[in-house]
Protein backbone atom coordinates (compact mmCIF):
# COMPACT_ATOMS: atom_id res chain seq x y z
CA UNK A 1 0.00 0.00 0.00
CA UNK A 2 1.40 2.85 -0.70
CA UNK A 3 2.13 5.88 1.56
CA UNK A 4 -0.08 9.40 1.37
CA UNK A 5 0.46 10.87 -2.16
CA UNK A 6 4.04 10.09 -2.85
CA UNK A 7 5.87 12.48 -5.06
CA UNK A 8 5.42 9.87 -7.44
CA UNK A 9 1.98 10.02 -7.77
CA UNK A 10 1.46 13.33 -7.85
CA UNK A 11 1.22 12.85 -12.24
CA UNK A 12 -2.00 10.23 -10.89
CA UNK A 13 -3.21 13.21 -8.82
CA UNK A 14 -3.07 15.53 -11.64
CA UNK A 15 -5.22 13.13 -13.54
CA UNK A 16 -7.58 12.92 -11.11
CA UNK A 17 -8.11 16.65 -10.82
CA UNK A 18 -8.47 16.71 -14.47
CA UNK A 19 -11.53 14.16 -14.75
CA UNK A 20 -12.99 15.55 -11.80
CA UNK A 21 -13.08 18.98 -13.30
CA UNK A 22 -13.88 17.82 -16.41
CA UNK A 23 -17.11 15.87 -14.57
CA UNK A 24 -17.95 18.71 -12.88
CA UNK A 25 -18.15 21.68 -16.10
CA UNK A 26 -20.03 18.54 -17.97
CA UNK A 27 -22.51 18.49 -14.40
CA UNK A 28 -22.61 22.74 -14.45
CA UNK A 29 -23.19 23.17 -18.59
CA UNK A 30 -25.88 20.17 -18.60
CA UNK A 31 -27.86 21.17 -15.39
CA UNK A 32 -27.98 24.31 -16.33
CA UNK A 33 -28.40 25.94 -12.57
CA UNK A 34 -26.18 26.35 -9.54
CA UNK A 35 -29.27 24.02 -7.86
CA UNK A 36 -29.63 21.01 -9.77
CA UNK A 37 -25.77 21.42 -10.42
CA UNK A 38 -25.34 21.11 -6.22
CA UNK A 39 -27.85 18.54 -5.93
CA UNK A 40 -25.75 16.35 -7.93
CA UNK A 41 -22.44 17.40 -6.39
CA UNK A 42 -23.70 16.36 -3.18
CA UNK A 43 -25.48 13.06 -4.81
CA UNK A 44 -22.35 12.42 -5.91
CA UNK A 45 -20.48 12.34 -2.67
CA UNK A 46 -22.92 10.49 -0.80
CA UNK A 47 -22.69 7.59 -3.47
CA UNK A 48 -19.42 8.03 -3.57
CA UNK A 49 -19.05 7.56 0.53
CA UNK A 50 -21.01 4.62 0.29
CA UNK A 51 -18.80 3.18 -2.33
CA UNK A 52 -16.00 3.80 -0.16
CA UNK A 53 -17.53 1.78 2.97
CA UNK A 54 -17.66 -1.19 0.56
CA UNK A 55 -14.03 -0.31 -1.10
CA UNK A 56 -12.17 0.07 1.76
CA UNK A 57 -12.36 -3.23 3.19
CA UNK A 58 -12.35 -4.83 -0.18
CA UNK A 59 -8.70 -3.23 -1.06
CA UNK A 60 -7.26 -3.86 2.38
CA UNK A 61 -8.16 -7.09 2.25
CA UNK A 62 -7.04 -7.58 -1.39
CA UNK A 63 -3.30 -5.98 -0.58
CA UNK A 64 -2.74 -8.13 2.15
CA UNK A 65 -4.79 -11.19 1.63
CA UNK A 66 -4.47 -11.39 -2.18
CA UNK A 67 -8.75 -12.46 -1.50
CA UNK A 68 -11.05 -10.76 -3.52
CA UNK A 69 -14.07 -10.51 -1.88
CA UNK A 70 -17.22 -10.75 -3.36
CA UNK A 71 -19.63 -11.29 -0.39
CA UNK A 72 -18.31 -7.52 0.61
CA UNK A 73 -21.79 -6.42 -1.08
CA UNK A 74 -23.34 -9.09 0.78
CA UNK A 75 -22.25 -7.66 4.00
CA UNK A 76 -23.71 -4.35 2.74
CA UNK A 77 -26.96 -5.90 2.35
CA UNK A 78 -27.00 -7.57 5.26
CA UNK A 79 -26.69 -4.38 7.14
CA UNK A 80 -29.30 -2.28 5.31
CA UNK A 81 -31.56 -5.55 5.80
CA UNK A 82 -30.68 -5.50 9.25
CA UNK A 83 -31.32 -2.06 10.16
CA UNK A 84 -34.39 -1.91 8.35
CA UNK A 85 -35.51 -4.99 10.68
CA UNK A 86 -34.81 -3.26 13.95
CA UNK A 87 -36.12 -0.11 13.19
CA UNK A 88 -39.44 -0.93 12.11
CA UNK A 89 -39.61 -4.23 14.28
CA UNK A 90 -43.01 -3.69 16.85
CA UNK A 91 -41.24 -4.51 19.80
CA UNK A 92 -38.54 -2.70 19.21
CA UNK A 93 -40.47 0.25 18.48
CA UNK A 94 -42.16 -0.65 21.84
CA UNK A 95 -38.75 -1.05 23.79
CA UNK A 96 -37.05 2.10 22.16
CA UNK A 97 -39.75 5.23 21.48
CA UNK A 98 -37.29 7.37 20.57
CA UNK A 99 -37.05 6.95 16.81
CA UNK A 100 -32.92 8.35 16.91
CA UNK A 101 -32.01 5.95 20.19
CA UNK A 102 -33.78 3.05 17.94
CA UNK A 103 -31.47 4.17 14.72
CA UNK A 104 -28.68 4.45 16.56
CA UNK A 105 -29.20 0.64 18.25
CA UNK A 106 -29.61 -1.03 14.74
CA UNK A 107 -26.14 0.73 13.69
CA UNK A 108 -24.58 -0.90 16.40
CA UNK A 109 -26.15 -4.05 16.28
CA UNK A 110 -25.54 -4.43 11.99
CA UNK A 111 -22.12 -3.11 12.25
CA UNK A 112 -21.25 -5.92 15.23
CA UNK A 113 -23.09 -8.69 13.49
CA UNK A 114 -21.31 -7.30 9.86
CA UNK A 115 -17.88 -8.22 11.94
CA UNK A 116 -19.15 -11.39 13.34
CA UNK A 117 -20.11 -12.81 10.03
CA UNK A 118 -16.53 -11.66 8.55
CA UNK A 119 -14.74 -13.50 11.66
CA UNK A 120 -16.79 -16.61 10.63
CA UNK A 121 -15.98 -16.11 7.24
CA UNK A 122 -12.32 -15.58 7.29
CA UNK A 123 -11.70 -18.18 10.03
CA UNK A 124 -13.98 -21.00 8.78
CA UNK A 125 -14.31 -20.90 5.18
CA UNK A 126 -11.09 -18.58 3.99
CA UNK A 127 -8.55 -19.80 6.16
CA UNK A 128 -8.18 -23.07 5.21
CA UNK A 129 -7.65 -22.05 1.65
CA UNK A 130 -4.99 -20.05 1.66
CA UNK A 131 -3.00 -21.57 -0.51
CA UNK A 132 -5.80 -21.66 -2.91
CA UNK A 133 -6.53 -18.60 -4.33
CA UNK A 134 -8.76 -19.41 -6.82
CA UNK A 135 -10.75 -21.77 -4.14
CA UNK A 136 -10.67 -18.59 -1.78
CA UNK A 137 -12.42 -16.16 -4.94
CA UNK A 138 -15.40 -19.41 -5.69
CA UNK A 139 -16.10 -19.67 -1.82
CA UNK A 140 -16.85 -15.77 -1.22
CA UNK A 141 -18.96 -15.95 -4.82
CA UNK A 142 -20.31 -19.01 -3.12
CA UNK A 143 -20.91 -17.04 0.51
CA UNK A 144 -21.93 -13.97 -1.36
CA UNK A 145 -25.14 -16.46 -2.98
CA UNK A 146 -25.85 -17.70 0.33
CA UNK A 147 -26.48 -14.41 1.56
CA UNK A 148 -28.65 -13.40 -0.51
CA UNK A 149 -30.83 -16.81 -0.38
CA UNK A 150 -30.62 -16.30 3.58
CA UNK A 151 -32.34 -12.56 2.81
CA UNK A 152 -34.81 -14.03 0.84
CA UNK A 153 -36.00 -16.94 3.09
CA UNK A 154 -35.88 -14.16 5.83
CA UNK A 155 -37.25 -11.41 4.24
CA UNK A 156 -38.78 -12.30 1.14
CA UNK A 157 -37.80 -11.13 -2.35
CA UNK A 158 -40.17 -7.91 -2.22
CA UNK A 159 -37.35 -4.68 -1.22
CA UNK A 160 -38.05 -2.88 1.82
CA UNK A 161 -38.23 0.81 1.85
CA UNK A 162 -38.38 2.92 5.12
CA UNK A 163 -41.52 3.85 6.21
CA UNK A 164 -41.05 5.08 9.94
CA UNK A 165 -38.96 8.31 10.09
CA UNK A 166 -36.78 9.42 12.89
CA UNK A 167 -36.13 13.13 13.34
CA UNK A 168 -32.50 13.10 12.88
CA UNK A 169 -33.28 11.93 8.91
CA UNK A 170 -36.29 14.37 8.30
CA UNK A 171 -34.09 17.61 8.65
CA UNK A 172 -33.70 19.20 5.06
CA UNK A 173 -31.55 22.53 4.05
CA UNK A 174 -32.05 24.47 0.89
CA UNK A 175 -29.05 25.05 -1.69
CA UNK A 176 -29.64 27.16 -4.35
CA UNK A 177 -33.35 27.04 -4.13
CA UNK A 178 -33.01 23.20 -4.48
CA UNK A 179 -33.85 20.62 -1.04
CA UNK A 180 -31.26 18.33 0.72
CA UNK A 181 -31.20 16.20 3.28
CA UNK A 182 -29.23 16.65 6.52
CA UNK A 183 -29.16 13.14 6.81
CA UNK A 184 -27.17 12.32 3.55
CA UNK A 185 -24.98 15.51 4.87
CA UNK A 186 -24.48 13.17 7.98
CA UNK A 187 -23.71 10.24 5.98
CA UNK A 188 -21.16 11.92 3.60
CA UNK A 189 -19.52 13.38 6.63
CA UNK A 190 -19.64 9.70 8.13
CA UNK A 191 -17.50 8.55 4.82
CA UNK A 192 -14.98 11.45 5.59
CA UNK A 193 -14.59 10.95 8.86
CA UNK A 194 -14.14 6.93 8.56
CA UNK A 195 -11.34 8.16 5.32
CA UNK A 196 -9.52 10.11 7.74
CA UNK A 197 -9.61 7.53 10.37
CA UNK A 198 -8.65 4.21 8.55
CA UNK A 199 -5.31 6.49 6.74
CA UNK A 200 -4.60 7.52 9.77
CA UNK A 201 -4.58 4.20 11.41
CA UNK A 202 -2.63 3.05 8.20
CA UNK A 203 -0.17 5.77 8.28
CA UNK A 204 0.48 6.49 12.52
CA UNK A 205 -0.06 3.06 14.36
CA UNK A 206 1.78 -0.20 14.81
CA UNK A 207 -0.83 -1.76 12.84
CA UNK A 208 -1.29 0.24 10.27
CA UNK A 209 2.37 0.06 9.71
CA UNK A 210 1.93 -4.17 10.04
CA UNK A 211 -0.81 -4.31 7.49
CA UNK A 212 1.22 -1.79 5.10
CA UNK A 213 3.96 -4.13 5.40
CA UNK A 214 1.78 -7.30 5.15
CA UNK A 215 0.88 -5.51 1.94
CA UNK A 216 3.89 -5.59 0.47
CA UNK A 217 5.66 -8.94 1.93
CA UNK A 218 2.96 -10.92 4.50
CA UNK A 219 5.60 -13.84 4.55
CA UNK A 220 8.30 -11.14 5.72
CA UNK A 221 6.09 -9.87 7.93
CA UNK A 222 5.76 -13.29 9.71
CA UNK A 223 9.48 -14.16 9.96
CA UNK A 224 9.66 -11.04 12.07
CA UNK A 225 7.55 -12.71 14.47
CA UNK A 226 4.25 -11.08 13.66
CA UNK A 227 1.05 -13.08 13.48
CA UNK A 228 -0.09 -12.63 10.46
CA UNK A 229 -2.76 -14.63 10.33
CA UNK A 230 -4.33 -12.85 13.04
CA UNK A 231 -3.89 -9.50 11.25
CA UNK A 232 -5.85 -11.30 8.25
CA UNK A 233 -8.71 -11.94 10.41
CA UNK A 234 -8.60 -8.08 12.14
CA UNK A 235 -8.36 -6.67 9.13
CA UNK A 236 -11.16 -8.91 7.34
CA UNK A 237 -13.40 -8.39 10.17
CA UNK A 238 -12.82 -4.41 10.28
CA UNK A 239 -13.49 -4.23 6.04
CA UNK A 240 -16.85 -6.55 6.88
CA UNK A 241 -18.22 -4.11 9.71
CA UNK A 242 -17.38 -1.14 7.86
CA UNK A 243 -19.71 -2.77 4.81
CA UNK A 244 -22.26 -3.17 6.84
CA UNK A 245 -22.18 -0.01 8.84
CA UNK A 246 -22.46 1.20 4.99
CA UNK A 247 -25.83 -0.82 4.69
CA UNK A 248 -27.29 -0.19 7.75
CA UNK A 249 -26.89 4.06 7.13
CA UNK A 250 -27.64 3.99 3.23
CA UNK A 251 -31.04 2.04 4.31
CA UNK A 252 -32.93 5.28 5.69
CA UNK A 253 -32.67 6.44 1.73
CA UNK A 254 -32.23 3.61 -0.50
CA UNK A 255 -34.16 0.81 1.38
CA UNK A 256 -33.25 -2.44 2.10
CA UNK A 257 -33.19 -5.37 -1.17
CA UNK A 258 -30.80 -8.06 -2.70
CA UNK A 259 -29.89 -6.18 -5.43
CA UNK A 260 -27.76 -3.60 -3.32
CA UNK A 261 -25.40 -6.45 -2.88
CA UNK A 262 -24.25 -6.68 -6.52
CA UNK A 263 -24.95 -2.91 -7.27
CA UNK A 264 -22.17 -1.97 -4.24
CA UNK A 265 -20.08 -5.18 -4.81
CA UNK A 266 -19.69 -3.98 -8.31
CA UNK A 267 -19.36 0.14 -8.03
CA UNK A 268 -16.46 -1.10 -5.48
CA UNK A 269 -14.69 -3.36 -7.67
CA UNK A 270 -14.75 -0.27 -10.94
CA UNK A 271 -13.26 1.87 -7.31
CA UNK A 272 -10.91 -0.61 -5.71
CA UNK A 273 -9.63 -1.13 -9.08
CA UNK A 274 -9.50 2.17 -11.08
CA UNK A 275 -7.18 3.55 -7.25
CA UNK A 276 -4.63 0.72 -8.08
CA UNK A 277 -5.08 -2.37 -6.45
CA UNK A 278 -3.72 -2.71 -2.74
CA UNK A 279 -3.92 1.09 -2.52
CA UNK A 280 -5.81 2.30 0.38
CA UNK A 281 -5.51 6.20 -1.06
CA UNK A 282 -6.27 5.43 -4.64
CA UNK A 283 -9.41 3.45 -3.38
CA UNK A 284 -10.70 6.24 -1.43
CA UNK A 285 -10.34 8.78 -4.34
CA UNK A 286 -11.32 6.75 -7.07
CA UNK A 287 -14.68 5.41 -4.77
CA UNK A 288 -15.44 9.60 -4.61
CA UNK A 289 -15.04 9.70 -8.85
CA UNK A 290 -16.96 6.57 -9.38
CA UNK A 291 -20.26 7.79 -7.10
CA UNK A 292 -19.53 11.53 -8.39
CA UNK A 293 -19.72 10.16 -12.24
CA UNK A 294 -22.61 7.83 -11.48
CA UNK A 295 -24.25 11.12 -10.13
CA UNK A 296 -23.54 13.18 -13.44
CA UNK A 297 -24.48 10.29 -15.30
CA UNK A 298 -27.52 9.47 -14.10
CA UNK A 299 -28.61 13.43 -13.73
CA UNK A 300 -27.79 14.08 -17.57
CA UNK A 301 -29.45 10.54 -18.76
CA UNK A 302 -32.57 11.47 -16.60
CA UNK A 303 -32.93 14.99 -18.03
CA UNK A 304 -32.28 14.43 -21.68
CA UNK A 305 -32.02 11.01 -22.58
CA UNK A 306 -34.32 9.28 -20.65
CA UNK A 307 -31.72 6.05 -20.42
CA UNK A 308 -31.17 5.72 -16.50
CA UNK A 309 -28.90 2.39 -17.82
CA UNK A 310 -25.95 4.60 -18.44
CA UNK A 311 -25.95 5.34 -14.42
CA UNK A 312 -24.94 1.66 -13.45
CA UNK A 313 -22.80 1.12 -17.02
CA UNK A 314 -20.93 4.58 -16.31
CA UNK A 315 -18.27 2.99 -13.38
CA UNK A 316 -17.33 0.51 -15.85
CA UNK A 317 -16.93 2.77 -18.67
CA UNK A 318 -14.65 5.30 -16.58
CA UNK A 319 -12.84 2.37 -15.21
CA UNK A 320 -12.19 1.07 -18.96
CA UNK A 321 -10.96 4.57 -20.03
CA UNK A 322 -8.68 5.08 -17.55
CA UNK A 323 -7.01 1.49 -17.61
CA UNK A 324 -6.37 1.86 -21.35
CA UNK A 325 -3.99 4.84 -20.47
CA UNK A 326 -2.96 3.69 -16.85
CA UNK A 327 -3.29 -0.46 -16.84
CA UNK A 328 -2.17 -0.24 -13.12
CA UNK A 329 -4.89 2.06 -11.98
CA UNK A 330 -4.41 5.55 -10.38
CA UNK A 331 -2.42 4.83 -7.90
CA UNK A 332 -1.19 1.53 -8.09
CA UNK A 333 1.61 0.28 -9.30
CA UNK A 334 2.91 -1.08 -12.35
CA UNK B 1 33.58 -27.66 20.91
CA UNK B 2 31.23 -25.29 22.38
CA UNK B 3 27.65 -26.00 22.85
CA UNK B 4 25.01 -25.71 19.59
CA UNK B 5 22.39 -22.99 19.54
CA UNK B 6 21.41 -24.90 16.47
CA UNK B 7 20.94 -28.27 15.33
CA UNK B 8 19.58 -29.17 11.97
CA UNK B 9 19.25 -33.63 11.87
CA UNK B 10 18.35 -34.83 7.97
CA UNK B 11 15.93 -33.06 7.10
CA UNK B 12 13.86 -33.72 4.04
CA UNK B 13 11.95 -30.69 2.97
CA UNK B 14 9.17 -30.48 -0.04
CA UNK B 15 8.32 -27.47 -2.26
CA UNK B 16 4.78 -28.43 -3.79
CA UNK B 17 6.12 -32.04 -5.25
CA UNK B 18 9.69 -31.27 -5.69
CA UNK B 19 11.80 -33.24 -3.25
CA UNK B 20 14.34 -30.02 -2.46
CA UNK B 21 15.97 -31.09 0.61
CA UNK B 22 17.03 -34.55 0.87
CA UNK B 23 19.11 -35.06 3.79
CA UNK B 24 20.58 -31.88 5.11
CA UNK B 25 22.55 -31.46 8.70
CA UNK B 26 24.14 -28.82 10.17
CA UNK B 27 25.20 -27.69 13.53
CA UNK B 28 25.45 -24.26 14.66
CA UNK B 29 27.96 -23.59 17.37
CA UNK B 30 26.98 -20.86 20.18
CA UNK B 31 28.88 -17.67 18.89
CA UNK B 32 30.08 -18.99 15.89
CA UNK B 33 29.50 -17.93 11.96
CA UNK B 34 28.78 -20.80 10.05
CA UNK B 35 28.21 -20.35 6.64
CA UNK B 36 26.09 -23.23 4.25
CA UNK B 37 27.87 -23.10 0.77
CA UNK B 38 27.05 -24.91 -2.23
CA UNK B 39 26.19 -24.32 -6.17
CA UNK B 40 22.93 -22.25 -7.06
CA UNK B 41 20.19 -24.31 -6.57
CA UNK B 42 21.86 -27.10 -4.05
CA UNK B 43 19.31 -26.13 -0.93
CA UNK B 44 20.79 -23.51 0.76
CA UNK B 45 18.40 -20.86 0.93
CA UNK B 46 15.46 -24.15 1.44
CA UNK B 47 17.39 -24.89 4.55
CA UNK B 48 16.71 -21.28 6.18
CA UNK B 49 13.17 -21.45 5.35
CA UNK B 50 12.41 -24.79 6.72
CA UNK B 51 14.64 -23.86 10.45
CA UNK B 52 12.12 -20.63 10.03
CA UNK B 53 8.97 -22.89 9.15
CA UNK B 54 8.43 -21.02 5.94
CA UNK B 55 8.90 -24.45 4.36
CA UNK B 56 8.56 -26.78 6.87
CA UNK B 57 10.45 -30.17 6.69
CA UNK B 58 8.61 -33.61 6.22
CA UNK B 59 11.24 -35.30 8.09
CA UNK B 60 14.18 -34.92 10.20
CA UNK B 61 14.71 -32.89 13.21
CA UNK B 62 15.15 -28.65 13.96
CA UNK B 63 16.56 -28.05 17.71
CA UNK B 64 17.14 -24.37 18.50
CA UNK B 65 18.83 -23.71 22.17
CA UNK B 66 17.48 -27.41 22.88
CA UNK B 67 13.83 -26.89 21.89
CA UNK B 68 12.20 -28.52 19.12
CA UNK B 69 10.87 -26.66 16.26
CA UNK B 70 8.63 -29.38 14.76
CA UNK B 71 5.28 -27.95 14.59
CA UNK B 72 5.52 -24.08 15.04
CA UNK B 73 4.77 -21.49 12.89
CA UNK B 74 6.69 -18.99 11.57
CA UNK B 75 6.54 -16.57 13.48
CA UNK B 76 6.51 -18.20 16.93
CA UNK B 77 9.77 -19.55 15.93
CA UNK B 78 10.88 -15.70 15.24
CA UNK B 79 9.96 -14.47 18.44
CA UNK B 80 11.87 -17.40 20.25
CA UNK B 81 15.10 -15.81 19.18
CA UNK B 82 16.05 -15.77 15.53
CA UNK B 83 15.98 -13.10 12.99
CA UNK B 84 15.76 -13.82 9.17
CA UNK B 85 17.42 -12.04 6.52
CA UNK B 86 16.41 -12.98 3.46
CA UNK B 87 17.76 -13.34 -0.39
CA UNK B 88 16.47 -9.97 -2.05
CA UNK B 89 16.53 -8.34 1.37
CA UNK B 90 12.94 -8.19 1.59
CA UNK B 91 12.39 -4.61 2.30
CA UNK B 92 9.40 -2.82 2.86
CA UNK B 93 9.81 -0.28 -0.13
CA UNK B 94 7.17 1.86 1.17
CA UNK B 95 7.67 1.87 4.71
CA UNK B 96 10.48 4.52 6.13
CA UNK B 97 14.16 3.23 7.17
CA UNK B 98 12.46 3.84 10.87
CA UNK B 99 9.40 1.99 9.72
CA UNK B 100 11.16 -1.06 8.64
CA UNK B 101 13.04 -1.09 12.01
CA UNK B 102 10.05 -0.28 13.81
CA UNK B 103 8.05 -3.49 12.95
CA UNK B 104 10.83 -5.79 13.73
CA UNK B 105 9.77 -4.39 17.66
CA UNK B 106 8.71 -7.78 19.55
CA UNK B 107 8.60 -5.50 22.82
CA UNK B 108 7.75 -1.76 22.49
CA UNK B 109 10.93 0.07 22.94
CA UNK B 110 13.14 -2.62 21.55
CA UNK B 111 14.43 -0.53 18.71
CA UNK B 112 15.45 2.45 21.22
CA UNK B 113 17.25 0.05 23.14
CA UNK B 114 18.90 -1.18 20.44
CA UNK B 115 19.33 2.35 18.21
CA UNK B 116 23.36 2.91 19.18
CA UNK B 117 24.39 -0.34 18.21
CA UNK B 118 22.74 -0.62 15.31
CA UNK B 119 23.62 2.61 14.09
CA UNK B 120 27.19 2.43 15.40
CA UNK B 121 27.23 -0.83 12.99
CA UNK B 122 25.21 0.99 9.98
CA UNK B 123 25.88 4.60 10.78
CA UNK B 124 24.12 5.80 7.10
CA UNK B 125 21.08 4.44 8.16
CA UNK B 126 20.73 7.06 10.75
CA UNK B 127 20.94 9.53 7.95
CA UNK B 128 18.36 7.71 5.98
CA UNK B 129 16.26 7.44 8.84
CA UNK B 130 12.86 9.14 7.39
CA UNK B 131 13.56 8.21 3.41
CA UNK B 132 11.54 5.04 1.78
CA UNK B 133 13.30 1.68 1.92
CA UNK B 134 12.81 1.94 -2.13
CA UNK B 135 14.62 4.75 -1.84
CA UNK B 136 17.43 3.07 -0.62
CA UNK B 137 20.80 2.01 -2.61
CA UNK B 138 20.86 -1.93 -3.09
CA UNK B 139 23.62 -1.93 -0.21
CA UNK B 140 21.56 0.56 1.97
CA UNK B 141 19.03 -1.93 1.85
CA UNK B 142 21.46 -5.02 2.65
CA UNK B 143 22.31 -2.88 6.12
CA UNK B 144 18.55 -2.21 6.39
CA UNK B 145 17.70 -5.88 6.30
CA UNK B 146 20.25 -6.99 8.41
CA UNK B 147 19.64 -3.76 11.16
CA UNK B 148 15.85 -5.10 10.95
CA UNK B 149 17.06 -8.21 12.36
CA UNK B 150 19.37 -6.53 15.40
CA UNK B 151 16.49 -4.92 16.43
CA UNK B 152 14.94 -7.74 18.78
CA UNK B 153 17.21 -10.22 20.75
CA UNK B 154 17.63 -12.00 18.41
CA UNK B 155 20.34 -14.96 19.32
CA UNK B 156 20.61 -16.19 15.70
CA UNK B 157 20.61 -14.73 12.88
CA UNK B 158 19.93 -16.74 9.36
CA UNK B 159 21.41 -14.01 6.62
CA UNK B 160 21.01 -15.30 2.86
CA UNK B 161 22.83 -14.12 0.38
CA UNK B 162 24.03 -10.61 1.57
CA UNK B 163 26.57 -10.08 -1.17
CA UNK B 164 24.54 -10.43 -3.94
CA UNK B 165 24.61 -8.31 -6.23
CA UNK B 166 26.85 -5.58 -4.45
CA UNK B 167 29.97 -3.52 -5.56
CA UNK B 168 33.17 -4.86 -3.91
CA UNK B 169 33.80 -2.25 -1.75
CA UNK B 170 29.96 -2.22 -0.40
CA UNK B 171 30.77 -6.08 0.54
CA UNK B 172 34.05 -5.14 2.48
CA UNK B 173 31.81 -2.70 4.40
CA UNK B 174 28.88 -5.67 5.18
CA UNK B 175 31.91 -8.45 6.37
CA UNK B 176 33.02 -5.87 8.79
CA UNK B 177 29.53 -5.38 9.60
CA UNK B 178 28.71 -8.91 9.93
CA UNK B 179 31.67 -9.82 11.84
CA UNK B 180 31.08 -7.01 14.44
CA UNK B 181 27.61 -8.29 14.92
CA UNK B 182 28.51 -11.96 15.47
CA UNK B 183 30.02 -10.41 18.44
CA UNK B 184 26.28 -10.49 20.06
CA UNK B 185 24.42 -12.97 18.11
CA UNK B 186 25.14 -16.18 16.13
CA UNK B 187 25.49 -16.48 12.40
CA UNK B 188 24.77 -19.03 10.03
CA UNK B 189 24.97 -17.41 6.72
CA UNK B 190 24.15 -18.54 3.11
CA UNK B 191 27.22 -17.03 0.88
CA UNK B 192 28.30 -18.08 -2.94
CA UNK B 193 31.29 -15.64 -2.65
CA UNK B 194 33.43 -17.76 -1.36
CA UNK B 195 35.83 -15.37 -0.70
CA UNK B 196 33.72 -13.57 1.31
CA UNK B 197 32.37 -16.66 3.43
CA UNK B 198 36.33 -17.58 4.15
CA UNK B 199 37.09 -14.88 5.46
CA UNK B 200 34.24 -13.96 7.84
CA UNK B 201 33.24 -17.59 8.85
CA UNK B 202 34.47 -20.15 11.53
CA UNK B 203 32.91 -23.44 10.19
CA UNK B 204 31.03 -24.29 7.12
CA UNK B 205 28.62 -26.97 5.42
CA UNK B 206 28.36 -27.90 1.96
CA UNK B 207 24.92 -28.20 0.68
CA UNK B 208 25.38 -30.88 -3.03
CA UNK B 209 21.97 -31.35 -4.21
CA UNK B 210 19.80 -31.39 -1.39
CA UNK B 211 22.02 -33.17 0.50
CA UNK B 212 25.04 -31.91 3.11
CA UNK B 213 28.03 -33.62 1.71
CA UNK B 214 31.11 -31.59 3.48
CA UNK B 215 31.45 -29.84 7.28
CA UNK B 216 33.80 -28.72 9.43
CA UNK B 217 36.26 -25.74 10.27
CA UNK B 218 36.58 -23.44 7.58
CA UNK B 219 40.55 -23.18 7.86
CA UNK B 220 40.44 -26.45 6.95
CA UNK B 221 38.23 -26.14 3.90
CA UNK B 222 40.42 -23.02 2.55
CA UNK B 223 43.19 -25.29 1.44
CA UNK B 224 41.08 -28.27 0.15
CA UNK B 225 41.11 -27.56 -3.49
CA UNK B 226 39.89 -30.28 -4.37
CA UNK B 227 37.01 -29.94 -1.96
CA UNK B 228 36.03 -26.57 -3.35
CA UNK B 229 36.26 -27.54 -7.09
CA UNK B 230 34.66 -30.31 -6.44
CA UNK B 231 31.63 -29.00 -4.76
CA UNK B 232 31.59 -25.24 -5.34
CA UNK B 233 33.51 -24.68 -8.78
CA UNK B 234 35.67 -22.12 -7.12
CA UNK B 235 39.84 -22.58 -6.43
Not at chain 1, 170 to 195: C, K, M, N, P, T
Amino acid sequence: MTGIFAREQRGSLVAVVMILAGLLTFSFITTGNAGDFSITLLSGLLRGMLLFLVASGLSIVFGLMDVLNFAQGGYFMIGAYVGYELHHAPGLIAAIPDGNLRFLFAVLVATVLGAFLGVILERFLLRPLYSRPIFQLVTTFGVSIIFVEVVRYIWGVSPRSWSIDFGFNEGVFRLFGQQFSVYRIFVIAVGFVLIFTIALLLQRTRIGIIIRAGVQDSQMVEALGINVRLVFTGVFTLGCAVASLGGVVAAPFLGASTGLATEFLLGAIAAVVLGGLGSYEGTAVAAIMVGLTQAVIAKFTTQYLNQPVWESLSPMVLLAAVLLLRPSGLFGRE
Amino acid sequence: MSENILEVQGIHTFIGQFHILEGVTVAVPKGSITVLLGRNGAGKTTTLKSILGLTPPKEGKIMFEGQSLAGKRPYTIAQLGIGFVPEHRAIFRDLTVEENLKIAERKPGDLKKRADFIFEIFPDLQRLYKLAGGKLSGGQQQMLAIARALVPDNRLLLIDEPSEGLAPVIIEGLMNAIRRLSAQSTVLLVEQNFRMASHLADRYVIIDDGVSVRSGNMADLVGDTETIQRYLGAA
